[in-house]
């Protein structure tokens, strides 16, 4: 298996199921309600802004991954529209979602070369680097939102 497939593979398993954590997006956000989603524990981000987090990460590198700018910056990574209902929240999910599935389309169809060049700009390191970071990104995130839903009363 080519480099660009084994990533792939990983971001599918991430968010589809049967990564080696055995923990993945589809199922945990799944079962968490939109009050769930908006819930506050002390000072910790809710769901809901781990999830826009992690999105908004993922939706810089498929952009530039499909031709765009880098249009990402750190201080807007929490600004969350807040889901005004349920809907509002499924829709947001299942955004998340297909745009993780987009993201492993990608980089599975990406020429193999890329990965070993600049991101963006050299200061970001390689595409390997960047889409490596991605799936660590959201594993890390996503261990947040399980923790967050057990702390639930």
């Known amino acids: 298996m080519e480099p660009r ?16 954590t055995s923990v993945c997006m589809r199922d945990v956000l799944g079962r968490i309600s939109h009050g ?23 939706a810089a590198v498929l952009g530039v991954l499909q031709g765009g700018p880098l249009e990402a910056h750190d201080r807007y990574s929490f600004d969350l529209p807040v889901p005004a209902g349920e809907a509002d929240w ?7 979602l297909q745009r ?10 990406m020429d193999a070369g890329l ?31 399980v923790i967050l839903t057990r702390l639930e009363p």
Do not use: C, P
């Not at 819930?39 to 908004?56: F, M, P, V």
């Not at 499924?90 to 998340?96: I, S």
């Not at 993780?100 to 169809?109: F, I, K, N, Q």
């Not at 600049?118 to 594993?139: C, P, Q, S």
């Open 5 to 20: 497939q084994i990533l792939s593979k990983h971001i599918r398993d991430l968010y589809s199921g049967g990564n080696w």
């Open 36 to 58: 769930q989603a908006l819930a506050r524990q002390g000072s910790a981000h809710s769901i809901a802004e781990l999830l826009y987090h992690i999105d908004y990460y993922v």
């Open 90 to 96: 499924r829709a947001m999910v299942e955004r998340a």
């Open 100 to 109: 993780g599935l987009a993201l492993a389309d990608a980089v599975e169809r």
């Open 115 to 145: 990965l070993e060049r600049d991101f963006a700009e050299a200061k970001y390191g390689t595409w390997h680097r960047n889409i490596l970071g991605v799936v660590e990104h959201t594993h890390y995130h996503l261990g947040q939102i």
